[in-house]
């Protein structure tokens, strides 16, 4: 019995080693199957840009094969809302960046509630080709309160225009009332004519003129600039935290994102050779401002609005030149106060990791 016991246990022995190896001869010579490929995970299927030139692409070659300074509302190659848009794998991205957009004309655009400034009815048209005009807002505004409606991330990035726009608005409509030559022509309209250098220099002497000849509206030109100059900041203050509430009014499940502005005069100094950035640093504390005002808007959406520091984005125009709309151009050869395509990865890069969404290779660069 014991003899037929070990064999049998030496049987059973040799049934599983031999099960064992062929186990272990078909695991190897198996193909393992193809899995489907997984779906592109999409972070923010739907994503809308709202705010002026900084994000539009202005001077990116894609935005200069238009030829003009004003691109009205389309989604610009490498522009930090395309970089964006790419990398939260949005299907629908909606972007209304108006060149030469102020808070107030976005507002408008935004809210059928809010009226019109006379800076909108006047000279904001001429200065951005018509784009930035009552008429043109007035039709842009259903599509971007649709916009807004259907928004998993919304980006609103303004403020630039508010602190000069105003004031040259004010300065144009009282040269107009002291026109030497050219009456009834447009700023856009003078530049070409005469170039950007004399149609500053006919500004100036038309507005010098207009207060020698007449006196008696002394008191109607010191009234509109004073609004002008109040608009660089309570017009601001106001507009910004009405957008953001407007926009969650709208749309109360929305991602939004406030960027923070730069310092267009970045680097700028009185005496370029010895470096010394004093205007730079003497409008610093202004735009620290400006950005305190739009912290303190988001804070009150804790956990739905965040708020993005774009302080130190590389710009085209890194030295003095006159920032003026007359010298605005679409390279360095004049005043453009715009991020360069390192500076639109840059806020692309600084957005994307807010967000905690991973960088694709066009924002790494």
């Known amino acids: 019995m014991r003899i037929c016991r070990r064999l049998l246990s030496a049987l059973l022995a040799l049934v599983m080693l031999l099960s064992l ?3 272990a001869l078909a695991e190897e010579l198996a193909v393992p199957a193809e899995e489907p490929p997984a779906e592109r995970y999409s972070y923010y299927p739907n994503y809308v840009a709202i705010g002026d030139s900084v994000g539009s692409g202005f001077g990116l070659p894609d935005y200069n094969r238009e030829g003009k300074l004003v691109i009205d509302c389309r989604r610009v190659t490498d522009s930090y809302p395309d970089l964006v848009g ?6 629908n991205v909606s972007q209304f960046h108006l060149c030469g957009a102020r808070t107030a004309d976005l507002r408008y655009m935004m ?6 400034d006379w800076v909108l009815l006047g000279q904001a048209a001429y200065l951005s080709e018509g784009v930035i005009s009552k008429e043109h807002l007035d039709e842009l505004r259903p599509k971007v309160q649709d916009a807004i409606r259907n928004a998993d991330l919304i980006t609103l990035d303004c403020g630039l225009n508010d602190c000069w726009l105003p004031v040259m608005a004010a300065i144009y409509d009282i040269a107009d009332e002291g026109r030497l030559f050219g009456r009834g022509l447009t700023i856009p309209e003078r530049v070409q004519r005469e170039g950007s250098l004399l149609a500053v220099m ?6 010098l003129n207009a207060w020698a000849a007449n006196p008696l509206r002394w008191p109607a030109y010191l009234f509109k600039l004073m609004v002008s100059l109040q608009k660089w ?21 929305a991602t939004l994102v406030v960027c923070g502005m730069y310092n267009p005069v970045e680097n700028w100094g009185v005496f370029p050779l010895l470096h010394d950035q004093l205007i730079e640093r003497v409008l610093q504390p202004y735009y620290d401002m400006l950005n305190l005002a739009k912290r303190t808007a988001v804070a ?12 130190g984005v590389e710009l085209v125009s890194d030295s003095f030149t006159i920032p003026l709309f007359e010298m605005v151009t679409l390279n360095d050869r004049g005043y453009n106060p715009h991020p360069t395509p390192a500076g639109c990865r840059d806020q692309a890069r600084r957005i994307l990791n807010t967000l905690s969404v ?6 790494i660069g």
Do not use: C, W
Request: aromatic fraction near 12%; proline fraction near 5%.
């Open 86 to 91: 790419d990398a939260v794998d949005a299907k």
């Open 111 to 116: 809210d059928e509630n809010y009226a019109a």
């Open 358 to 363: 991973p960088q694709t290779d066009r924002v």
């Open 21 to 23: 190896g062929v186990a």
């Open 202 to 207: 006919d500004n100036a002497a038309s507005f």
């Open 300 to 311: 009150l959406y804790p956990g739905e609005a965040v708020f993005i520091d774009m302080k």
């Open 233 to 253: 900041v309570f017009d601001y203050q106001i507009n910004i935290r009405a957008m953001i509430a407007k926009i969650f009014l709208l749309n109360p499940h």
